[in-house]
């Protein structure tokens, strides 16, 4: 029990990414009131902000909180930062509507001069093609887990911490665009298409969650020298298939939820699609 509340008490700072996260958040709070204060009839939702500083609170979690004291103990705990970052995180911020949110409160001119042209350019539509958005997400998460990339971030903390956690966010941030939420996309997808590459992105995040967990060595040398797990598994290898657990058991949890919500929004559009034909149908019957 006195490791297990070690763990959960123990913290680091690293103080860059508090005030990016701090600024973050500041700026989304600023910029929800000032919406729902110019256009008290149409106020931002609060929904909306609470899932955006959700979101954040999970990224604070990982990096600034017990799974980022421990990540280089753990490799559980690593694992778990990962899931959280790309599967959690970004899924949350981006239901908060950060983008529609930025449309609503820039003037008109910032709006149709530089967010309208950045939203509908080349390089957007690029990226929200949903096989390339799923090609980045996937790719991230097998090349960054079986190359030397992950051994390399564990042996440099700058590369650790602000190359790999970004990377994962970001990876995280560009799949789940096009796929959850209202915010605008140069090519918006239709519903079936956002539930298949949901469902069909629990085929990579297995296999990786289970050739951790079926692997017969320690894949990654750096956890063999952690002598002090002063909570949970108690060898590298055993920390190894934790690990692999949770990313095989988590990865398909957090998809059936955002399938969930895809779902849902599909329904919705559905309903909405029927009043117009209905209201259609009465108007041309003069009804």
Known sequence: MHGLWTFATT?????????VLAATAGLYVWAARRVSHTDPLHPWPVRY????LAGVAVIVFV???????????????????HILLMMLAAPLLLLGEPVLLALRVSSR????DVLVPVLRSRAVRFLTNPVVSW?????????????GFFEFALEH?????????????????????PLLGRAPVASPLRPFTKVISLLTMMVPEAMVGFALYSAGSVLYPFYLSVTDRPW???????????????MWSSGMVFHAVWISVATWEWVKSEERKARRIDADIAAGRGV
Not at 135 to 147: D, E, R, S, Y
């Open 49 to 52: 902000t609470c899932t955006f």
């Open 109 to 112: 001119s910032v709006r149709h």
């Open 232 to 246: 949970g598994p108690s060898t590298a290898l055993l920390d190894q298939r934790l690990g692999g657990a949770l």
């Open 135 to 147: 090609l980045i997400f996937a790719g991230v998460l097998v090349g960054t887990h079986f190359t």
């Open 11 to 19: 913290l680091q700072f690293d103080l860059p990414l508090a005030l």
């Open 63 to 81: 990096t600034l909180g017990p799974v980022g004291a421990f990540d280089d103990v753990y490799f559980w705990a690593h694992m778990i930062q």
């Open 157 to 177: 903390p700058g590369v650790h911490n602000y190359v790999e956690h970004p990377l994962y966010l970001g990876a995280g941030l560009i799949y789940y665009y």
